[in-house]
């Protein structure tokens, strides 16, 4: 399998790597010997391959990710909101740049039930830290939206990003 993107191909050693990372990094002392020891190749053509897949926007980053739950974030809202469509984007970096949502969304209305277009995940250690941060955003974008509503999770049903099957024809 090859594919190729902006002059970079996507081979089969870089399938492997994202088979063997989508799922997280091992926690071992040299993660990074320990994954190109599995793949086959070496530790410095791993890193190579692995900052070319960032650089062309096959992977976005690599980064360690906490259990919010366990470390007391655990009221979460995900808030709707009704943007005027040529603010949209506009309010996205806004939000992107807030520091506190950790996912963020445009979306098509649905109209006239559903009017919200921008979906922003907020989390908190409580309810009234997470109506603070929407307090907060709707300060920053002040009269470029009409409307908010905060949806709070009430259980975790799935807590990965896409994961690719070990067939290629997946």
């Given at each position: 399998m090859?594919?190729?993107?902006?002059g970079?191909?996507?081979?089969?050693?870089d399938?492997?790597?994202?088979?063997?990372?989508?799922?997280?990094?091992?926690?071992?002392s040299?993660?990074?010997?320990?994954?190109?020891?599995k793949?086959?190749?070496?530790e410095v053509?791993?890193?190579?391959?692995?900052q070319?897949?960032?650089?062309v926007?096959?992977i976005?980053?690599?980064?360690g990710?906490?259990n919010?739950?366990?470390?007391?974030?655990?009221?979460?809202?995900m808030?709707?909101?009704?943007?005027?469509?040529?603010?949209?984007n506009?309010?996205?970096?806004?939000?992107?740049?807030?520091g506190?949502?950790s996912?963020?969304?445009?979306?098509?209305?649905s109209?006239?039930?559903w009017?919200?277009?921008?979906?922003?995940?907020?989390?908190g250690?409580?309810?009234?830290?997470?109506?603070?941060?929407?307090?907060?955003?709707?300060?920053?974008?002040?009269?470029?939206?009409?409307?908010?509503?905060?949806?709070?999770?009430?259980?975790?049903?799935?807590?990965?990003?896409?994961?690719?099957?070990?067939?290629?024809?997946?």
């Amino acid at each position: 399998m090859e594919l190729k993107v902006d002059g970079v191909i996507f081979d089969e050693i870089d399938f492997k790597i994202v088979l063997e990372t989508q799922g997280g990094i091992p926690i071992v002392s040299n993660p990074f010997e320990a994954i190109a020891l599995k793949i086959g190749i070496s530790e410095v053509e791993l890193v190579s391959r692995l900052q070319t897949l960032k650089d062309v926007g096959f992977i976005r980053k690599m980064a360690g990710t906490p259990n919010h739950y366990k470390i007391g974030y655990t009221a979460n809202a995900m808030t709707v909101w009704d943007i005027p469509d040529d603010k949209v984007n506009s309010v996205g970096e806004v939000f992107k740049s807030a520091g506190f949502i950790s996912h963020c969304y445009i979306r098509p209305r649905s109209l006239p039930v559903w009017p919200y277009n921008l979906f922003a995940m907020v989390h908190g250690k409580n309810r009234e830290e997470v109506s603070q941060k929407v307090d907060h955003l709707k300060k920053l974008i002040a009269s470029k939206f009409e409307s908010v509503e905060l949806i709070y999770s009430s259980q975790i049903l799935k807590k990965t990003g896409i994961r690719i099957k070990g067939n290629k024809n997946v």
